[in-house]
């Protein structure tokens, strides 16, 4: 029988003070436990599990909503490269795949792209395979790092398959991504780049200041550093103080007090 149960049962003196009446439910809610001493440990284990489980797990942070707009110095150097049809493509967190050296590449989902930033015939483009490397097609791009610094990188265009996590399925599905790639490790090294940090990825053309058309001008590329993660003593810091204030929750009995 829980405490609660108990307590309904229990005949309060009218004349008993606020603190008397905590009292006398907390004595019965530790004689509650004694008599079920076994299903108490089995409580608490399996609430030190659940809390074990949510500490190993990280929050990953996306970044500030709504996104904030591109920097001043980004613009002016977008401007003295003459761009134009400025769209923000992506933000996200950089996670693993993102800044290890086998894979080096920035992986753009095709389904998170917030704004088209290709054309029609580049899009066929990234879609098409070149016969004689057996690889996917590429454009050549322009990206200005962190540092405002201008770096040759590629785009391409991958498909990857995935098994379906459903018991007894045995289908599989694809994602598109577009992939930056061609000396991205190199950006990521140079501006210190590491996981967690959250980026923007932002899209022009530029094309000389007389041309106004986009099939004459060329896809560039800004990368602006929105957020810098958090080293691993104030990230463990911080979910060690919202662990504390979640545990203050879960491990409460659940006893209601009456309302006076």
Not at 126 to 142: F, G, P, V, W, Y
């Amino acid at each position: 029988m829980s405490a609660l149960q108990d307590f309904k049962k229990r005949k309060i003196n009218k004349n008993w003070t606020h603190l008397q009446i905590l009292s006398e439910i907390a004595l019965l809610s530790d004689a509650d436990a004694d008599a079920d001493g076994v299903t108490s440990k089995e409580e608490r284990n399996s609430i030190e599990k659940k809390l074990a489980l949510k500490k190993g797990k990280k929050r990953v942070d996306f970044g500030p909503n709504p996104p904030p707009v591109l920097p001043t110095n980004f613009l002016n150097k977008i401007r003295h490269m003459h761009g134009k049809y400025i769209v923000r493509v992506i933000q996200k967190p950089l996670y693993k795949s993102d800044i290890s050296k086998p894979e080096c590449r920035f992986s753009i989902p095709v389904k998170q792209v917030q704004q088209e930033f290709l054309t029609k015939q580049e899009k066929i483009l990234l879609d098409t395979c070149d016969s004689h490397k057996k690889k996917a097609s590429r454009i050549e791009a322009t990206l200005i790092d962190p540092s405002l610094t201008e770096k040759k990188i590629s785009l391409r265009k991958w498909e990857t398959k995935k098994k379906h996590h459903i018991y007894g399925s045995g289908s599989s599905y694809s994602t598109s991504s577009y992939v930056l790639m061609n000396k991205w490790c190199n950006i990521v090294e140079e501006n210190q780049l590491k996981k967690g940090d959250v980026v923007q990825v932002w899209a022009f053309r530029a094309a000389a200041a007389a041309s106004a058309s986009t099939s004459s001008s060329r896809l560039c590329f800004a990368l602006v550093v929105v957020k810098r993660s958090p080293s691993d003593d104030q990230q463990e810091e911080e979910e060690d103080k919202e662990s504390d204030h979640s545990d203050d929750k879960v491990l409460s009995r659940g006893i209601r007090f009456p309302l006076f």
